[in-house]
Each structure stands twice: as C-alpha cells, then as structure tokens.
C-alpha cells in the first residue's frame, strides 16, 4: 500500500524549534519529488515548501523562508521538515504530499499537528 | 504569485442535484489545475488533475472543465458521501503552489 505517515508535531513556544518527519512506502521513494502542505484551524491549504528527487532543487514559501529546511534521505525512505523561529502563525496540521506528473498531490499523509503557543 | 477564487465560499443542495463549483486564477495556467475533496479532520483527496482528467478510484460523477483562466468542477448527483470542503490548486507557476479559499457544500 502507498503510504504517507508524519510524526514530530507537539506544542512548541514561539522562537522554538520543531523537526517533523515523513516515512513513505509502497512506492519508489527516490523516484518523486515531495512536499510539505500545511492548513491552519478551520483555515484553507497552504503550499510550504517542495524538494526534488535527489534534492537538486529546493523551493519554500515567502511565509516560511529562512526559517523552515526541508530535506530528505532516499536511504530511509523519509522526508523531513525542519522549523525553527516559530510562530503563532505557524500553527496547523503539516502534511507531506507526494506529486504526480501533472503536479497535483495524489497521496497525502494523515497529518501532524504542530501548535505554537506560550 | 497566481491566485486562485473559488465561488460559491459555501453551498447548500440536496443529495441528488448536480452542483458546480468554479475556480478563477488571476492569470492563465492553461490545463494546470486540480480538484480535492477534504472531509473533516482528514486528509484531502485528489478528484481531478489537469483540469480534467479523473483520479484513479474517484466515482464518474465527478468531473472537471475549462482551461486558461476559468475552471469548474461538477458532481452530477450528489450522494451523501460527497458533503466535504473542496478546493482547487494550481501548478502552472511554481513555485508556489496555490490553493483556492475552499467550498464547503453542506446538506439542504
């Protein structure tokens, strides 16, 4: 079975870090570029930041630049997502998404929760 | 960055009308859109990709037009299954990705 599964999420203080995870399998891990896609509570989806195959290219939101490192390791079959200085605004589910050619998000995690608060 | 409108924000129908749903993006992405259903609490699921094209495992009475700027999705029959949060998301420009506001269709 295709799979996403996340983990990592908890409460954190503002200007504190966080590093999510995202184990993928069913599928040839390598083969995809991945994404991270959060949505705030009772918000709309938000696109976070997407990193290639072989993590050549790398793209982030303004929202989260210079702040969120996204990485992965093909060995390990995981995407991860590290967050630091965050904020308020930060709080949501994260998701990892895997694209297809046309570039829609055809698998999906179940989601982690990360809350920013004091 | 492109944006994505959706109309209506909210709709109310019955189980078995036809309902349909638009997305405006600000400027042409040609047939680089796609459509996902979100139900509460969950994950979304993809119904559609570009534009058109219908999701392995999606039911047919989803379906997806238009191209360039102005986009629809139509469900044909609604079933009670089908009440959820949609949204649309285009991947013509990227990065980044953008998603419509959503459409939540409740039960009349």
């Known amino acids: 079975e295709v799979q996403l599964v996340e983990s990592g999420g908890g409460l954190v203080k503002p200007g504190g870090s966080l590093r999510l995870s995202c184990a993928a399998s069913?599928?040839?891990?390598?083969?995809?570029?991945m994404n991270w896609v959060r949505q705030a509570p009772g918000k709309g989806l938000e696109w976070v930041s997407s990193?290639?195959?072989?993590?050549?290219?790398?793209y982030y939101a303004d929202s989260v630049k210079g702040r969120f490192t996204i990485s992965r390791d093909n060995a390990k079959n995981s995407l991860y997502l590290q967050m630091n200085s965050l904020r308020a605004e930060d709080t949501a589910v994260y998701y990892c998404?895997?694209?297809?050619?046309?570039?829609?998000?055809?698998?999906w995690g179940q989601g982690t929760m990360v809350t920013v608060s004091s | 960055d492109i944006q994505m409108t959706q109309s209506p924000s909210s709709v109310s129908a019955s189980v078995g009308d036809r309902v349909t749903i638009t997305c405006r993006a600000s400027q042409g992405i040609s047939s680089w859109l796609a459509w996902y259903q979100q139900k509460p609490g969950k994950a979304p699921k993809l119904l559609i990709y570009a534009a058109s094209s219908l999701q392995s495992g999606v039911p047919s009475r989803f379906s997806g037009s238009g191209s360039g700027t102005d986009f629809t999705l139509t469900i044909s029959s609604l079933q009670p299954e089908d009440f959820a949060t949609y949204y649309c998301q285009q991947a013509n420009s990227f990065p980044p990705y953008t998603f419509g506001q959503g459409t939540k269709l409740e039960i009349k």
């Open positions: 998404a895997r694209p297809t050619g046309a570039d829609a998000f055809d698998i």
């Open positions: 069913g599928f040839t891990f390598s083969s995809y570029s």
């Open positions: 990193i290639s195959s072989s993590s050549s290219y790398i």
